[in-house]
């Protein structure tokens, strides 16, 4: 297998945790870019994050990313990526300000870049009231906000974010979305989980379903619609009771021939097209309702 250019490539991978099973012999290979990874509760997201961040080191298998062995290469590896969700970069006897500054120079930035861009972040993140009180007074969220600024400072090739957006504020939410369209613009790539399939499908290009230790589908939002069935026209009753339902591959052309056969033998039935929403998606592979399901 060539792991040229590819952010990460993984063979094989396995990992338990007390003789249980919770990554089962993963197969992935994604390019550069933004990558979701949707599962369930316990599903093994943030044991597979952190081993492609090279906190953990797998049982068995294979796991590279950006060309180098999450283990064997750690070293190098860490100097590539950052890692957000578990506050470990936040030093609580700092200020946010001065957080910023000693991650940004520690990732190479000079005394004033670091200062101009962690005072972009701290504004994004709308911390900038706050920026001069110790971490220590900060609030859940509050940190929660930084740590993601002080992995964003340096702009790294790769960033990890487990379960970025869960607990913050809409406002912060679309800040860290906006952040993380503009990382991607500029080359960064990014490496997600997230129990919000609306986030997943307005970040992502890729994708990856895990279920239980497994990847159980990959593919973009429209694709792992697909997977589920297509469209469909569906007729309801007065009282609003499906009853009929019709396939369609959702072309005008075929919506309007399955319509006019429809027509006929049911005039009076009300017509909706159907499209499958990513919740129902999340729900036929996994057997489970999301966290963040809104329908
Ligand atoms: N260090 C550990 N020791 C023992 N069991 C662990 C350890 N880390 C994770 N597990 C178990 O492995 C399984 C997968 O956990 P993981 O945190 O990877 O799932 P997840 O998909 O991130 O879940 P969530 O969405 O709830 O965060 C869980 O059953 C968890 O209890």
Known sequence: MSYTNQLVEVDGLTQSFGGRRVLRDLRVSLPPGIHALLGP???GKTTLINILSTLIRPDAGRARVLGLDVYADRTQ???????TGQYAAVDEALSGTENLDMMGQLFGLSRSAARRRGGLLLDQFGLTASKSAKVSTYSGGMRRKLDIAISLIAEPELIFLDEPTTGLDTRSRQALWDEIHRLADRGTSVFLTTQYLDEAEALADQILVLDDGRIVAEGTADELKELVGGAAIQLHDGAGHLQVEHATDGTAADVSRTLAELATQHPHLAVTVR?????????????????????
């Open 41 to 43: 509760n316990g599903a």
């Open 77 to 83: 590896l860490r100097q590539k990526i950052a890692l």
């Open 275 to 295: 499209k499958p929403s990513m919740d129902e998606v999340f729900l036929q592979l996994t057997g489970q309702p999301t966290e963040g399901a809104s329908s």
